[in-house]
């Protein structure tokens, strides 16, 4: 049983990391390159090259069985070296991350984000390079790099949870939980030196995490599918019924025709409600359905349909944060194209605008 110990169930081990984590490296890479690059979000990178890290760590475990001639202290060094540079680098990945906790979100985006997490990689890297080189065995230089992991599994945690909940997957929510007390209690293992089911701990948290950075690439994936504007024959429009009692309100409006998804409710202000009703209301009862908004310089004498373009603009956003929530649309991928879809100006610039979605496509529940 000790011959099994300590020979081949390290060398396992570190086969099974080197290549498994090599595979997983480039499968995330590749996944990058078909799709992450021309979106300009290289957070894909950060976390291949996280992956990566355990893969050059399992090699090293390898070539230490080899007789290759590494001392024991140096390939220490080595492994929490790779271990730094795993959580440097998926700590590097999080402000590419669309979704974030709203009180971590502020420090993560900031421009101290790289000294916040640069700083404690290096008073940890620079104990430990010190014990490679000069044998040192402080228990406290061998250890550093799992407080650094600490640290990275706090920021992690919250993020992969708000993830995954703003994309609509719960149970992928609680699952990068569970991941995270998985790996929370293999470093507490680390620190007290037990190597079997540190070594079997590592093997179920490892494999879990890289699950779940795929799960993420995927989800990713799909809010790009589902985010996508249709065009305006393509679009359902339909103003529910109010079944709520009597004295209250329920400004509702259902949107149909967007990919992988059902028609999505959205709730408006009276305000706002009532001013997608009458661009509704013209687009079902006129021939041309045109609204028009009230110049600077109004005559008085005259009564408008829009009171200024902002009305345009609210209108606009409260309907975005209905269909992917607050953070989850952006001016130039989501804002303009719904402008676009929903809304045509006059040609001759006449302060008119009407509503582009076929009037087939319209319903008034409540009318």
């Given at each position: 049983?000790?011959?099994?110990?300590?020979?081949?169930?390290?060398?396992?081990?570190?086969w099974?990391?080197?290549?498994?984590?090599?595979?997983?490296?480039?499968?995330?890479?590749?996944?990058?390159?078909?799709?992450?690059?021309?979106q300009?979000?290289?957070?894909?990178?950060?976390?291949?090259?996280?992956?990566?890290?355990?893969?050059?760590?399992?090699?090293?475990?390898?070539?230490?069985?080899?007789?290759?001639?590494?001392?024991?202290?140096?390939?220490?060094?080595?492994?929490?070296?790779?271990?730094?540079?795993?959580?440097?680098?998926?700590?590097?990945?999080?402000?590419?991350?669309?979704?974030?906790?709203?009180?971590?979100?502020?420090?993560?985006?900031?421009?101290?984000?790289?000294?916040?997490?640069?700083?404690?990689?290096?008073?940890?890297?620079?104990?430990?390079?010190?014990?490679?080189?000069?044998?040192?065995?402080?228990?406290?230089?061998?250890?550093?790099?799992?407080?650094?992991?600490?640290?990275?599994?706090?920021?992690?945690?919250?993020?992969?949870?708000?993830?995954?909940?703003?994309?609509?997957?719960?149970?992928?929510?609680?699952?990068?939980?569970?991941?995270?007390?998985?790996?929370?209690?293999?470093?507490?293992y680390?620190?007290?030196?037990?190597?079997?089911?540190?070594?079997?701990?590592?093997?179920?948290?490892?494999?879990?995490?890289?699950?779940?950075?795929?799960?993420?690439?995927?989800?990713?994936?799909?809010?790009?599918?589902?985010?996508?504007?249709p065009?305006?024959?393509?679009?359902?429009?339909?103003?529910?019924?109010?079944?709520?009692?009597i004295?209250?309100?329920?400004?509702?409006?259902?949107?149909?025709?967007?990919?992988?998804?059902?028609?999505?409710?959205v709730q408006?202000?009276?305000?706002?409600?009532?001013?997608?009703?009458?661009?509704?209301?013209?687009?079902?009862?006129?021939?041309?359905?045109?609204?028009?908004?009230?110049?600077?310089?109004?005559?008085?004498?005259?009564?408008?349909?829009?009171?200024?373009h902002?009305?345009?603009?609210?209108?606009?956003?409260?309907?975005?944060?209905?269909?992917?929530?607050?953070?989850?649309?952006?001016?130039?991928?989501?804002?303009?194209?719904?402008?676009?879809?929903?809304?045509?100006?006059?040609?001759?610039?006449?302060?008119?605008?009407?509503?582009?979605?076929?009037?087939?496509?319209?319903?008034?529940?409540?009318?």
């Amino acid at each position: 049983m000790d011959i099994v110990t300590s020979t081949q169930v390290p060398i396992f081990y570190g086969w099974w990391q080197f290549s498994v984590c090599l595979f997983a490296f480039l499968a995330l890479m590749a996944i990058w390159y078909h799709i992450g690059k021309k979106q300009d979000d290289f957070g894909q990178v950060w976390l291949a090259l996280s992956i990566l890290c355990w893969s050059l760590s399992g090699l090293v475990d390898i070539l230490f069985h080899k007789d290759l001639g590494l001392e024991p202290h140096f390939k220490e060094g080595l492994t929490s070296i790779f271990s730094l540079l795993n959580s440097l680098f998926i700590l590097r990945s999080l402000p590419w991350f669309r979704y974030l906790p709203k009180p971590l979100a502020a420090l993560i985006k900031s421009n101290f984000w790289p000294f916040i997490i640069g700083i404690p990689f290096v008073f940890a890297l620079l104990p430990t390079l010190h014990k490679m080189f000069l044998a040192r065995t402080a228990a406290i230089i061998s250890e550093l790099d799992v407080y650094y992991a600490l640290l990275t599994l706090f920021f992690l945690g919250g993020v992969l949870w708000d993830s995954f909940v703003k994309r609509r997957l719960p149970l992928l929510a609680w699952l990068s939980l569970f991941t995270v007390l998985i790996t929370l209690l293999a470093q507490i293992y680390k620190l007290l030196d037990d190597t079997i089911n540190l070594l079997l701990l590592s093997a179920i948290f490892k494999t879990s995490l890289i699950m779940l950075f795929f799960a993420l690439a995927l989800s990713w994936v799909k809010e790009l599918i589902e985010t996508v504007i249709p065009q305006p024959h393509q679009l359902r429009l339909r103003f529910l019924k109010n079944k709520v009692p009597i004295g209250k309100n329920n400004f509702q409006v259902a949107l149909g025709g967007f990919p992988g998804s059902e028609d999505r409710i959205v709730q408006l202000s009276p305000a706002l409600y009532r001013l997608f009703k009458s661009f509704a209301k013209q687009r079902i009862t006129k021939t041309e359905g045109w609204l028009e908004i009230k110049p600077k310089n109004f005559d008085d004498s005259k009564t408008y349909d829009i009171n200024d373009h902002n009305e345009i603009k609210r209108l606009l956003a409260a309907l975005l944060d209905g269909l992917f929530g607050k953070q989850g649309w952006t001016k130039e991928k989501h804002f303009i194209p719904l402008k676009t879809t929903l809304f045509e100006m006059s040609e001759l610039r006449e302060r008119r605008i009407r509503l582009l979605i076929p009037k087939e496509n319209i319903i008034i529940e409540n009318n």
